[in-house]
C-alpha cells in the first residue's frame, strides 16, 4: 500500500518552468498550494542515476530535505528507438548549458540521419518524497513518431518533434488540456494519484 499525500503544501522539485507549469495544472482544483524548488532557490542535485526514476527520486529526496515538505520530482526524456533510446535519461543535456531545445532537436535530426526508423517514446518517472526520506515512484510512456521540421508553439522541450500514436499533430500543436489527457506525464500522474491521492 503507497504512502498518502495529506498535506497541504507541495514542492515540485524543478527548476524547469515549463515542467513546473504542467505539474501544477494536474494538480489544479485539489486544495493544495505547489512552490516550486526554483522558488526556494534548493540546488538541482546532480543526477547520478542510470534510470528515470533513479533520478526522480534523487531529485524528490534532495528537495523533501532541503524544505522539510513532502516534494515532487519528474524525470523524463525521449527515446528514440534507432539511436538505441538515446537521448533518455540525458535528454535535458543535448539541450546544453543553456537549455536550448532547438539545438537538441536538430542534433536528433542529424543523429538520425537517412534512417526511416522515427519511432520514439516519451518516458515519465515521478517520485513523490516525504522529508524522512520516504519515496513513492510511478512511471507512464506514450509511444509516438518524429517528425521535422519541428512545428507549434505549445509545448515545450521536445514536443514540437513528436507526433503521438493515432494522432497527427505534435505536442506543441495541442492545447495543454490535450495534451495533458494523452501525455506521459498525465499516465504517470493517473498512477500517482491512484496511488497516493486517493483516487479511484
Not at 509545448?155 to 503521438?164: A, E, L, N, R, S
Amino acid at each position: 500500500m503507497a504512502r498518502q499525500f495529506s498535506g497541504s503544501k507541495l514542492v515540485i522539485a524543478s527548476h524547469n518552468a515549463g515542467k513546473v507549469k504542467e505539474i501544477a495544472e494536474l494538480l489544479e482544483g485539489r486544495g493544495i498550494a505547489v512552490v516550486s524548488a526554483g522558488d526556494l532557490g534548493l540546488p538541482e542535485p546532480e543526477e547520478t542515476g542510470e534510470t528515470f526514476a533513479e533520478n526522480a527520486a534523487l531529485k524528490a529526496r534532495a528537495a523533501a530535505e532541503g524544505a522539510g515538505l513532502p516534494a515532487l520530482a519528474d524525470d523524463s526524456g525521449l527515446c528514440v528507438t534507432s539511436l538505441e533510446n538515446a537521448p533518455g535519461i540525458h535528454s535535458a543535456r543535448w539541450a546544453g548549458p543553456n537549455r536550448d531545445f532547438s539545438y537538441a532537436m536538430e542534433r536528433i535530426r542529424i543523429a538520425l540521419g537517412d534512417s526511416a526508423d522515427r519511432e520514439a517514446h516519451f518516458v515519465c518517472a515521478l517520485a513523490l518524497a516525504w522529508p524522512d526520506g520516504h519515496c513513492e515512484i510511478l512511471e507512464g510512456r506514450v509511444d509516438g513518431q518524429l517528425t521535422f521540421p519541428p512545428r507549434g508553439e505549445k509545448g515545450f522541450g521536445y514536443d514540437p518533434i513528436f507526433v503521438p500514436v493515432g494522432d497527427s499533430r505534435t505536442f506543441a500543436e495541442m492545447e495543454p488540456a490535450e495534451k495533458h489527457a494523452m501525455s506521459h506525464r498525465a499516465r504517470a500522474f493517473r498512477k500517482l494519484l491512484d496511488a497516493c491521492f486517493g483516487e479511484k
